[in-house]
């Protein structure tokens, strides 16, 4: 029986059959072309949902809906979908944490949240704003005067492993390293690689955790470590599983929207001359490209009975959330695909609900810093003539090299 055929015998007649189709932004697939132009807009030219045999990590039917309001209503709704399981991390390992608190649920959920919540405070993203701002110059610096660089490497990728390397502790030197695992859980499809770099990474970080138990200075190892949750110590899983988070969250969301946001910028050159002329304006158009080039899609368990869009979701079954589909949803927001200051809409680039990125303040002052350092010290940049981008679909959207020229 083709895999067409079983789902349709799953989904009972709650769609046409024509909505049974594959999931066009499933992990370990790339494209040449740019995906927001492209793959999306053809999503939203489709039916409003579709059930995707195979949609996630190759090992399970979910539903995809294609709304924004519906992607929302998940999101939102912890009463009849679940978070936990959604990636596939601890079970490569044969381990028994979750990447916490993304993966959990209430009531649990809350305690967790609190003990990362005084990490993100305004006072203690502003006490690193001259630390980032160092370490984007740095980077710029080393490329500015050659006419061009690959953005991702050179920068996008670079800069956020520098504020993580900071905020844990950890030594300078070993930015590569970590942006190699970065890669190989994040855009990796071969599970075994992908269990490698789980590995490596809860070594790298279970030494670190256990230095800083017996003595701890002012970093976040040393904070989650030593916190409590509901007044009781983290076990250690709890709290690798918060440490895990903070790794994959504090690199994964800036790297590809860097990338993104500059692409843009290359493309949009009237834009890219408005913000030199006018830097007050880069905070907007940075929350205004979170929105347009929106990246991230995780999955929710349905726990109990309910409908969303007019379709029934039974018991155990899957549906993706993307946020790259949701937030071009021309439904929700007006030609979706312009960059236009001045929306002010609300949308889902940090996810909403108890989910949402509990270090988006963190994220965003990132953004902002490394577009105001990058148009102040790089003349008029474009794309380098002929470049070929290729861009790893997932969970994660990310191009696979930037190349501009100035």
């Known amino acids: 029986m083709t895999a067409t055929a079983q789902a349709a015998d799953l989904i009972d007649g709650r769609v046409p059959l024509e909505n049974i189709r594959p999931y066009a932004l499933q992990m370990g697939q790339t494209t040449w072309d740019d995906p927001f132009k492209t793959i999306i807009p053809k999503i939203h030219q489709g039916p409003s949902v579709l059930y995707s045999p195979g949609a996630w990590f190759e090992a399970g039917d979910a539903w995809v809906f294609t709304k924004e309001e519906d992607i929302r209503a998940v999101f939102m709704d912890t009463e009849h979908f679940s978070s936990k399981g959604i990636s596939p991390y601890s079970s490569l390992v044969g381990g028994n944490w979750g990447v916490t608190p993304v993966e959990s649920d209430p009531p649990a959920h809350r305690g967790f949240r609190n003990v990362l919540t005084p990490l993100f405070t305004p006072q203690r993203v502003a006490e690193l704003d001259t630390k980032m701002r160092g370490y984007v110059r740095g980077f710029i610096a080393e490329f500015s005067h050659k006419g061009e660089a690959e953005i991702m490497a050179d920068l996008a990728a670079r800069f956020p492993i520098a504020v993580f390397l900071e905020l844990f502790g950890l030594p300078m030197d070993e930015v590569d390293q970590f942006m190699a695992w970065e890669f190989d859980l994040l855009h990796n499809a071969n599970m075994t690689t992908m269990g490698d770099a789980v590995r490596a990474v809860k070594q790298r970080l279970g030494v670190e955790m256990e230095a800083r138990r017996r003595n701890p200075g002012n970093d976040f190892i040393s904070h989650i ?26 690199l994964d969301t800036v790297t590809t929207n860097i990338g993104w946001q500059l692409r843009h910028l290359a493309n949009d050159l009237p834009l890219q001359r ?71 809409q609300r949308h889902l680039g940090f996810g ?6 509990v270090g988006a303040r963190l994220a965003r002052r990132e953004l902002v810093i490394t577009l105001e350092e990058f148009l102040a010290a790089i003349p008029e940049f474009r794309i380098a003539p002929g470049a070929k981008i290729l861009t790893h679909l997932g969970g994660v959207m990310q191009q696979d090299c930037l190349p501009l020229q100035w």
């Open 225 to 250: 470590v030593h916190a409590k949750n509901n007044g009781q110590p983290l076990s250690d899983d709890d709290a690798f599983g918060l440490c895990f988070n903070l790794y994959l969250g504090g």
């Open 274 to 344: 408005q913000l030199r002329a006018n830097p007050s304006l880069i905070p907007e158009a940075v929350e205004e490209m979170l929105r347009a080039y929106a990246t991230v899609a995780m999955f929710r368990t349905c726990t109990s009975p309910v409908e969303v869009g007019g379709i029934p979701i039974k018991v155990g079954e899957k549906v993706i959330v993307s946020t790259s589909i949701g937030n071009n949803d021309p439904a929700a927001f007006d030609n979706p695909m312009e960059v236009r200051l001045g929306r002010q």
């Open 352 to 357: 909403t609900g108890i989910h949402s990125c």
